[in-house]
């Protein structure tokens, strides 16, 4: 209980940390560094439902944070309709595009469902390169600059896009610690730990992971929006960018899948590691950036597969044990 | 008494062999059913008809009136059927609580009403002083009281028990005759898969002989023990101390 009360305190903290920041710092690098901290923290916590709780190890993420993001980007240039509206269109959409992904993905297990994943991501970025008519094909289009139009999802500053991406990262940790605590939680976990188990508890397991597979699109859709709006730009190879979905599972890996501040944990550490290793080195060692991170994964999955989180609890349970 | 579960012709091949081959049998309301052979008679295929598991190639599996072949586990589960398996299915990762609400969840929707049938049912088994170890730090005898107690959760009607006596000692034997007698006390239908004879003789008063596939005595224990194809195909002529470590 103790230690429950000291967890509200750190979080309050952190909370007020959160929201001061943008406002000491000034640095547009910074800042910058900090929205991709969100940003990749808020995917991969949108990522890790799936991946981390039911153990349906996706790489295809990149699907849904794609079609979030043409989504509201063909409504806004065709349509005039705002963002605001469009992130949730697009959520929609992704929401509606994981039950077909889902009930063909599935019935694979392990391995296979993976692939079938990063198929899937991959013949979207296709149709979306190959169909220009439709979405500007291979060369996107940028989006036009309004100046500044909160209405339209549009800034001058940095800023109001940290409380953005800040607030839709409260959100789905909000989300996921509901989930933790409910039933469709525990059945998660449940099928990720034994499918035929669960099956045999009354674990409709179908229906579980298309429900949570449903959740995941959904949040990571939103991000696909932010980002599009964040950058001004859109083309299928950042859209739907594999780099999204290693990013999601990575961060989730590292951190800790399955816990709740696992993806925040692993975005600020590989984040920031990437960042210093980019500014100190800049372009003078090529790759280095990689290789560390290739280095970090290694380790974590070597040493501390529970991830980062995982370590924490290990070692708080051994202190409380020595203590007793 | 009326049927609780009615088997008829059931029958499964995988490949060329015949697993369970027009296997029939009834297990009446309240009673405890005793399903044994050799390895390999088709013990558990039959359970993994029954429960949804695999889909048979013939026949019908009646449960409380219902026909239940060709449905999936987890419906199977809500009409009132439970399992254990053979070999003990833990959630590891979960605690022994979170593994016995997963179960509870099934008829209550809310956590803590989840909670407090799933603390029942631990305590139960006797499982209380294991509730927030991990699953798979449990012994092995712990981890079959775990199977019960999540079976017991989803308030099953008819309870298939799977070769829970396999791996535990004599005194360990005891203590899981004593629990399935309990069960049965507290008004269950049971059907167990069992090697170990002794506890047979204490909990069932009706039992089914198995072997390749086919069903080849069905009685009383008396009439069972006597039967000289069931000590030709299984029991032995010293039967009485039949391995217990056995599995199929």
């Not at chain 1, 991946?51 to 005039?80: M, P, V």
């Not at chain 2, 609780?4 to 009834?26: E, H, M, P, W």
């Not at chain 2, 999540?150 to 006596?165: G, I, N, Q, S, Y």
């Not at chain 2, 009685?219 to 056995?246: C, F, Q, W």
Request: aromatic share 10%; with cysteine.
């Amino acid at each position: 209980m103790r230690l429950r009360g000291w967890g509200g305190v750190v979080l309050a903290i952190v909370i007020a940390v959160m929201l001061v920041l943008p406002l000491v710092v000034t640095s547009s690098f910074a800042v910058d560094i900090l929205i991709r901290v969100l940003l990749f923290s808020f995917i991969g916590s949108a990522w890790n439902l799936m991946g981390g709780y039911a153990r349906q190890l996706s790489l295809g993420h990149s699907a849904f944070f794609g079609l979030g993001a043409y989504t509201s980007t063909l409504l806004q240039i065709d349509f005039g309709i705002s963002p605001w509206i469009g992130i949730i269109a697009g959520g929609v959409v992704a929401m509606l595009a994981s039950l077909p992904v889902g009930w063909l993905c599935f019935r694979l297990r392990g391995p296979y469902f993976t692939i079938a994943t990063i198929a899937t991501a991959q013949v979207l970025m296709l149709v979306f390169l190959k169909f220009r008519d439709f979405a500007w094909g291979a060369e996107g289009t940028t989006i036009p600059n309004l100046g500044y139009a909160p209405l339209m999802m549009q800034f001058e500053t940095k800023a109001p896009y940290y409380y953005i991406v800040l607030g839709l990262l409260a959100i789905s940790l909000m989300i996921t610690a509901w989930i933790e605590r409910s039933r469709i939680g525990y059945y998660c976990v449940a099928i990720g730990e034994d499918e035929d188990a669960a099956e045999a508890v009354g674990v409709n397991a179908p229906r579980v992971k298309r429900d949570i597979y449903m959740i995941s699109a959904f949040l990571t859709a939103l991000a696909g929006t932010f980002y599009t709006q964040y950058i001004y730009f859109i083309d299928p190879q950042t859209a739907f960018n594999f780099s999204v979905s290693i990013e999601a599972a990575l961060v989730s890996i590292v951190g800790g899948i399955g816990t709740l501040w696992g993806p925040v944990i692993g975005t600020v550490l590989l984040e920031t590691t990437s960042a210093v290793l980019q500014s100190r080195l800049g372009n003078s060692i090529g790759g280095v950036q990689l290789t560390v991170y290739a280095l970090i994964l290694m380790a974590v999955i070597l040493w501390r597969p529970t991830g980062i989180m995982g370590f924490l609890r290990e070692t708080y349970a051994r202190r409380k044990m020595a203590r007793a | 008494m009326a049927d609780a579960l009615v088997i008829r012709n059931l029958s499964k091949r995988f490949g060329g062999l015949r697993a369970v081959q027009d296997v029939n049998f009834t297990v009446r309301e309240n009673e405890t059913l005793a399903l044994i052979g050799p390895n390999g008679a088709g013990k558990t295929t039959t359970f993994n008809l029954i429960m949804g598991f695999h889909r048979a190639d013939t026949g019908s599996v009646v449960a409380y009136g219902r026909e239940v072949a060709g449905l999936r586990p987890h419906d199977v589960c809500a009409l009132g059927l439970a399992r254990t398996f053979q070999v003990a299915k833990p959630f590891g990762g979960m605690t022994v609580l979170a593994n016995v609400m997963t179960g509870a969840f099934l008829r209550d929707k809310s956590p803590d009403a989840a909670r407090s049938k799933a603390r029942e049912a631990i305590d139960f088994v006797g499982l209380s002083a294991r509730e927030s170890t991990a699953a798979r730090d449990l012994t092995t005898i712990d981890q079959r009281r775990l199977e019960m107690a999540r079976a017991l959760a989803t308030a099953p009607k008819l309870l298939l028990l799977d070769e829970v006596m396999a791996g535990l000692n004599p005194a360990e034997i005891d203590q899981a005759v004593a629990l399935v007698g309990k069960l049965s006390k507290r008004g269950l239908t049971i059907v167990i898969v069992e090697h170990v004879m002794r506890a047979i003789m204490a909990v069932a008063k009706h039992i089914v002989v198995l072997d390749h596939g086919q069903k080849i005595a069905e009685g009383s224990p008396k009439e069972i023990t006597e039967n000289p194809e069931v000590i030709r195909a299984y029991l032995g002529s010293g039967y009485v101390h039949a391995p217990a470590g056995a599995s199929s």
